[in-house]
């Protein structure tokens, strides 16, 4: 398992946010059904868009028989061994981001000091800008221009 760095607190309720950029990457839509997975023993709890017991590829209920991860119904096994030239299977799950975002030029981080700098110099030039569009000059989002006001 990987560390994405990323930490969200639980609310009131027990209730936490999947980052943004997780739910693009993992393709979860609003209202997607999740499936909780739990290690007791190491203290990890692992989400995971819940599939269902259905044929990943036609949707049928019947004749199901579990293969890699998924279900596939026996119609539709036969189609595919039917087909001998389209024996690679679809997952119901992105491999990667690579292929659903296009690879872009890779950022250059700055330092937090280097970065509070430059937003003391932009509120000092435009003091009544908002939030929003310190973000869009810097080239970070607002929540980081909120946390670098703190370091102010």
Same mark, same amino acid.
């Given at each position: ?30 209202? +997607? ?5 739990? +290690? ?12 269902? !017991? ?43 981001? +690579?292929? !659903? ?8 981080? $700055?330092?937090?000091? $280097? ?38």
């Amino acid at each position: 398992m990987k560390s994405t760095g990323m930490t969200r607190p639980l609310d009131a309720l027990g209730r936490i946010v999947i980052p943004k950029e997780m739910r693009r990457v993992l393709n979860y839509e609003i209202g +997607d059904p999740i499936e909780f997975f739990l +290690d007791e023993e190491a203290g990890i709890l692992c989400l995971r868009k819940y599939i269902g !017991v259905a044929c990943m590829l036609c949707g049928s209920l019947e004749g199901l028989t579990y293969f890699r991860d998924s279900f596939m119904c026996v119609n539709c096994i036969r189609e595919l061994k039917s087909h001998p030239g389209s024996s690679k299977l679809p997952s119901p799950y992105p491999a990667a981001a +690579d292929h !659903v975002y296009p690879k872009t030029k890779k950022k250059m981080y $700055q330092s937090a000091p $280097q970065m509070v700098d430059k937003l003391r110099r932009l509120i000092e030039s435009d003091p009544n800008a908002s939030q929003k569009e310190y973000a869009k000059q810097l080239g970070i989002s607002q929540g980081r221009v909120s946390q670098l006001k703190k370091l102010l």
